[in-house]
């Protein structure tokens, strides 16, 4: 039985960057998909620490908070840096996305219709914080010389903007050759190319 379940609603968002971290580091993990009208009658919010999804459960762990459960597969999984000050620029990295993450939510559940046109505008001055942070550390990744959650993270992000803006790294080549790379680790390219990926929708409205 694999170790880990993964409890969330019928979408990527935010277990998109767990799913390719488990994926990559060849872990099984079972999915409890929870669908809208069972969410509705509460009985499951109620036992949620902060009243929402994804859960994961670890044998007798039951953690929520997708950041805390990615930095949870990153110790499981040595994916936290090889010192602990790999792991502080590694945590520093991850809120950066963090913040990303929390914008690009913004746009697509407030003010897709009235913002997507600023929002592409203001994306490279985002980007280009990453850029420079990759270009400087010679390994492609984010920090130090092997794969990290918030490189994992950082990916997703970037995936699910080239969705909505297909051109947004085009003047961005660290980015451009880092997404490259991440999407050519073989157990990472299996996964995007698996109907599990690709029947689930990256967002709960609909729109990308
Ligand atoms: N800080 C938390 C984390 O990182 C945020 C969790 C969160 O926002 O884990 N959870 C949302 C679902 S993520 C939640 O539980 C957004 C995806 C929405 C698509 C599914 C829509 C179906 C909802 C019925 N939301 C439900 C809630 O707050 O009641």
């Not at 790999?86 to 914008?103: F, H, P, S, T, W």
């Amino acid at each position: 039985m694999p170790p880990y379940t993964i409890t969330y609603f019928a979408v990527r968002g935010r277990c998109g960057a767990m799913r390719i971290m488990l994926a990559d580091q060849g872990q099984e993990w079972k999915e409890v998909v929870v669908n809208f009208e069972d969410w509705m009658k509460g009985d499951l919010k109620a036992t949620c620490v902060f009243g929402q999804l994804p859960k994961i459960q670890d044998g007798d762990l039951e953690l929520f908070q997708s950041n805390a459960i990615l930095r949870h597969l990153g110790r499981n999984h040595g994916a936290y840096g090889s010192n602990n000050k790999e792991a502080a620029q590694i945590d520093m990295m991850n809120d950066g996305v963090e913040d990303l993450r929390l914008k690009y939510a913004k746009l697509i559940y407030q003010e897709y219709d009235t913002g997507k046109e600023q929002y592409i505008k203001d994306l490279p001055s985002h980007l280009s914080k990453f850029e420079a942070v990759i270009a400087k550390n010679k390994s492609g990744f984010l920090v130090g010389d092997k794969v990290s959650f918030a490189d994992y993270s950082l990916f997703e992000v970037l995936l699910n903007h080239q969705v909505l803006c297909p051109a947004c790294l085009d003047t961005l080549p660290a980015l451009k050759a880092f997404v490259a790379m991440m999407s050519a680790r073989p157990k990472i390219k299996a996964f995007l190319d698996s109907d599990d990926y690709k029947k689930l929708p990256i967002n709960g409205n609909g729109k990308q």
